[in-house]
């Protein structure tokens, strides 16, 4: 045994290529409005619940959802809620080793997920998202790619940005917190109590500028989808896209 997994690339050698999955239905099925009840139910059994308005959102056309990461019950939140406001899937990426386990990876793709291996570049990622858009679909991002551990916003990646710009698409902000009280980052499963927020934005689209003939650099666009998640928080979530010049 090598200690990789069978059929895995090492380092130096070619990764067979892969195919790309079947995104199941565009449409909330019977199993994801099961599966949303449940959530829904299940989150006000353990804490409270203050969202904000949920209308007008774009009931079709591809939707890029792009919120902050505090915690494991915020894709629960986020789909539970604004699922229903949009009246379709919401496709989340998920870890291909989640998918691969029998129970939870039928779950997940009852749920409109679809896996991305963790060791695979990120134009395979990229291309798998920029799927979901060009079939016209909503995908759940979230920019910074991990929890954060201080509960502030974490300088974001530009992988969202970029495909938001390539796509065309445009991008409902969204702000969540209280999650990371309900839901820690070192627990194996949630608590009880407290109060868990989530706010949207308005949607919008993303260009780089050009300025005296130079186009603005891709971490100053990321900046900018940033600062509309940030003013959907209280202060103190902020972090670098706080500023008295920024929010």
Known sequence: MNGRPPGSAGAGEPREP????DLGSRTVTPAMQASLLVGRTLMRCFTRLDVGPLDGLPADGPLIIASNHLSNADPALIASWLTPALGRAVHWMAKQEALD????GTFLRANGCFGIRRDAPDTEAFRLAKRVLDEGRVLGTFP????SR?????PA???VTLLAIRSGSPILPVGVWGTER????DRAIWGFGGTVHLRVGEPFTLER???DGKREALDQVTARLMERIAALLPPAYR???GGPDRA
Not at 144 to 147: A, D, F, L, M, P
Not at 150 to 154: E, F, H, I, P, V
């Open 157 to 159: 990646k530009d992988g």
């Open 101 to 104: 386990w029998p129970a939870v």
């Open 150 to 154: 201080t509960g502030a916003l974490q």
């Open 239 to 241: 972090g670098p896209y």
């Open 209 to 211: 500028q050009t300025v």
């Open 18 to 21: 892969r195919e790309l999955p």
């Open 144 to 147: 910074e790619g991990t929890r």
């Open 182 to 185: 309900f839901w820690p980052r």
